[in-house]
């Protein structure tokens, strides 16, 4: 404190992070000295850190963009086929009042009875459907998570009778397409009906997995009524005739028109509510033939119930059948290989082909872009520094910054337990600009002392600790800049951090490694280029250009 210092003396903070600067350009000075006269040593530490990061990124978990806390979640309702409406209405109460029991976070409920939200959007509606869409208080005022409030939800529903709930959150479906996607392509239905269903619990007994449906599982009830036309002949009835009945059965016939004033309202004719309009109530609706005779439907036609999907996909003019899931508590990546494993071990049958897709396909199409796009940034950069200095060895000593970035990028990601997706992916691209610049700051003041009169090794002993302090201050002015980014919180704040986590953390450890790495590899390279040009005389583009 001032009190204990003498009267009119001051900590001056600046004077002490001078005497800092200092003290680490002294030691940096003795490092390099070190590092030159011991170059295997060196190098060796360097490679031996990268191939244990190599083996430590089997570690890092995979997917494809990261899972953001909206607050949001949507509770679908589906009940059977036919479902009255004030039915459905009941279950969806009684669905809020669970939700509301058995999670004290929530701020709002909107329900919606007769169909989805995208079904009640195209103005199409289901008495047999039913929606919740939950908005849970803001992140920093509650202890759980959404996916936590998900799954305790999916755990309390899950014996609600006659209903089937699916519950997902907001960030599963801000994506293009589910996080799983198998389809299974063939000719025959009934056969990729078994398949969907040998799918379906393959599929669920996978870790993590959540909401799997078939594209074939939703059905409507069919009943087929098939005219025996000769025992009909024998009553005098024909096939339009019964399939007539039966159409008033079931909608009634409109017999006339009634006019109030400007208006006319069709007169239909209903049969009674309690007659029924299932299988055995169809067999015996009585039918009234010409000559007077009351015929029970059953004797002159065949009537059969099943079930019928209500909707059948093609792709390339061939059945499919896709069987989808969202994931809960693991990553993409792990899932995705376990589902891999499991649906290696089942046998197609002959003419039937089995493909993923969804997130896992979108997973490796953008890996495969960034990774492609990775190796152009790198391939340019070089293409211009080697323009720049008029030289090829130079850019590619300044080149050797970038597997140190790698080691910093797998440990960051290993400490702070972040996934590696697309967007960690975007900040290793944009960490390739970054990088190199301490290492051409370095190497060009080795070049311009050399060009001074001074020998190699004493011009990188002078270079490296005069280029220390605007190295140090420009790799620490962006790592504090992106640290909130990296270790904010906040709704959202998921998307950005494993992309400032790469950008920190490789940048760090490339500047502390290059340091040392590139005044060695400067070195050796010089000598090497030495032995070759005493061994071919001077070749032209060969040659090291140490004056640049």
Same mark, same amino acid.
């Given at each position: 404190?001032?009190?204990?210092?003498?009267?009119?003396? %001051? @900590?001056?903070? &600046?004077?002490?992070?001078? !005497?800092? +600067?200092?003290?680490?350009? =002294?030691?940096?000075?003795?490092?390099? /000295?070190?590092?030159?006269?011991?170059?295997?040593?060196?190098?060796?530490?360097?490679?031996?850190?990268?191939?244990?990061?190599?083996?430590?990124?089997?570690?890092?978990?995979?997917?494809?963009?990261?899972?953001?806390?909206?607050?949001?979640?949507?509770?679908?309702?589906?009940?059977?086929?036919?479902?009255?409406?004030?039915?459905?209405?009941?279950?969806?109460?009684?669905?809020?009042?669970?939700?509301?029991?058995?999670?004290?976070?929530?701020?709002?409920?909107?329900?919606?009875?007769?169909?989805?939200?995208?079904?009640?959007?195209?103005?199409?509606?289901?008495?047999?459907?039913?929606?919740? %869409? @939950?908005?849970? &208080?803001?992140?920093?005022? !509650?202890? +759980?998570?959404?996916?936590? =409030?998900?799954?305790?939800?999916?755990? /309390?529903?899950?014996?609600?009778?006659?209903?089937?709930?699916?519950?997902?959150?907001?960030?599963?479906?801000?994506?293009?397409?589910?996080?799983?996607?198998?389809?299974?392509?063939?000719?025959?239905?009934?056969?990729?009906?078994?398949?969907?269903?040998?799918?379906?619990?393959?599929?669920?007994?996978?870790?993590?997995?959540?909401?799997?449906?078939?594209?074939?599982?939703?059905?409507?009830?069919?009943?087929?009524?098939?005219?025996?036309?000769?025992?009909?002949?024998?009553?005098?009835?024909?096939?339009?005739?019964?399939?007539?009945?039966?159409?008033?059965?079931?909608?009634?016939?409109?017999?006339?028109?009634?006019?109030?004033?400007?208006?006319?309202?069709?007169?239909?004719?209903?049969?009674?509510?309690?007659?029924?309009?299932?299988?055995?109530?169809?067999?015996?609706?009585?039918?009234?033939?010409?000559?007077?005779?009351?015929?029970?439907?059953?004797?002159?036609?065949?009537?059969?119930?099943?079930?019928?999907?209500?909707?059948?996909?093609?792709?390339?003019?061939?059945?499919?059948?896709?069987?989808?899931?969202?994931?809960?508590?693991?990553?993409?990546?792990?899932?995705?290989?376990?589902?891999?494993?499991?649906?290696?071990?089942?046998?197609?049958?002959?003419?039937?082909?089995?493909?993923?897709?969804?997130?896992?396909?979108?997973?490796?199409?953008?890996?495969?872009?960034?990774?492609?796009?990775?190796?152009?940034?790198?391939?340019?950069?070089?293409?211009?520094?080697?323009?720049?200095?008029?030289?090829?060895?130079?850019?590619?000593?300044?080149?050797?910054?970038?597997?140190?970035?790698?080691?910093?990028?797998?440990?960051?990601?290993?400490?702070?337990?972040?996934?590696?997706?697309?967007?960690?992916?975007?900040?290793?691209?944009?960490?390739?600009?970054?990088?190199?610049?301490?290492?051409?700051?370095?190497?060009?003041?080795?070049?311009?002392?050399?060009?001074?009169?001074?020998?190699?090794?004493?011009?990188?002993?002078?270079?490296?600790?005069?280029?220390?302090?605007?190295?140090?201050?420009?790799?620490?002015?962006?790592?504090?800049?992106?640290?909130?980014?990296?270790?904010?919180?906040?709704?959202?704040?998921?998307?950005?951090?494993?992309?400032?986590?790469?950008?920190?953390?490789?940048?760090?450890?490339?500047?502390?490694?290059?340091?040392?790495?590139?005044?060695?590899?400067?070195?050796?390279?010089?000598?090497?280029?030495?032995?070759?040009?005493?061994?071919?005389?001077?070749?032209?583009?060969?040659?090291?250009?140490?004056?640049?």
């Amino acid at each position: 404190t001032d009190e204990a210092l003498p009267e009119g003396k %001051t @900590i001056n903070p &600046v004077i002490h992070f001078g !005497r800092l +600067i200092g003290l680490l350009k =002294a030691y940096y000075g003795r490092l390099i /000295a070190w590092s030159l006269q011991n170059r295997k040593k060196e190098v060796g530490f360097t490679v031996a850190l990268f191939i244990a990061s190599v083996a430590a990124g089997a570690l890092i978990v995979t997917e494809f963009i990261p899972n953001m806390d909206q607050g949001e979640l949507t509770v679908n309702i589906d009940m059977p086929a036919g479902t009255k409406v004030e039915e459905t209405t009941q279950v969806a109460r009684e669905v809020e009042s669970i939700a509301r029991e058995q999670v004290a976070e929530i701020e709002q409920v909107f329900t919606s009875v007769g169909g989805d939200q995208q079904m009640a959007f195209l103005g199409a509606s289901s008495s047999d459907q039913a929606s919740l %869409t @939950i908005k849970l &208080v803001p992140l920093e005022e !509650r202890d +759980i998570t959404t996916d936590q =409030a998900a799954e305790k939800l999916r755990r /309390a529903m899950q014996d609600i009778p006659g209903a089937d709930i699916t519950i997902s959150t907001e960030s599963a479906m801000a994506y293009s397409s589910s996080a799983i996607d198998i389809s299974v392509r063939g000719d025959d239905l009934e056969v990729l009906e078994q398949l969907g269903v040998l799918l379906e619990e393959t599929v669920n007994k996978v870790a993590g997995t959540r909401n799997v449906e078939s594209s074939l599982s939703e059905v409507n009830n069919e009943m087929r009524v098939t005219v025996d036309r000769e025992q009909a002949a024998r009553y005098g009835l024909s096939a339009n005739q019964i399939l007539l009945a039966v159409s008033t059965n079931f909608d009634g016939r409109v017999v006339g028109r009634m006019r109030t004033g400007d208006d006319e309202v069709d007169v239909r004719m209903l049969y009674p509510e309690d007659a029924g309009q299932g299988v055995d109530s169809l067999k015996d609706l009585t039918i009234v033939s010409p000559t007077g005779a009351r015929v029970p439907l059953s004797i002159v036609a065949d009537i059969e119930s099943s079930h019928i999907p209500q909707q059948i996909q093609r792709t390339d003019e061939t059945r499919e059948v896709k069987i989808t899931a969202d994931i809960s508590g693991r990553d993409a990546g792990s899932v995705n290989q376990d589902l891999e494993t499991e649906l290696g071990k089942l046998k197609m049958p002959a003419g039937y082909e089995l493909q993923f897709g969804g997130q896992a396909e979108d997973m490796t199409e953008s890996f495969t872009s960034l990774g492609l796009a990775l190796l152009l940034s790198m391939l340019l950069v070089f293409m211009v520094m080697c323009a720049q200095f008029e030289s090829v060895f130079q850019p590619f000593i300044i080149m050797f910054a970038l597997p140190p970035t790698f080691i910093g990028a797998v440990f960051g990601l290993l400490v702070t337990g972040k996934h590696l997706g697309v967007t960690a992916m975007i900040g290793a691209i944009m960490l390739v600009g970054i990088v190199l610049n301490n290492s051409i700051v370095l190497v060009d003041y080795i070049n311009v002392l050399r060009r001074r009169g001074h020998p190699r090794d004493e011009a990188i002993l002078m270079a490296g600790p005069v280029r220390l302090r605007p190295i140090l201050m420009t790799a620490l002015v962006t790592v504090l800049a992106i640290l909130p980014m990296a270790f904010g919180t906040g709704e959202g704040s998921e998307a950005q951090a494993p992309m400032a986590i790469v950008i920190a953390f490789g940048l760090t450890f490339s500047t502390l490694i290059t340091l040392v790495l590139v005044p060695v590899v400067y070195a050796s390279l010089d000598d090497f280029s030495k032995k070759m040009s005493s061994a071919f005389g001077k070749l032209s583009g060969f040659k090291f250009n140490r004056a640049q």
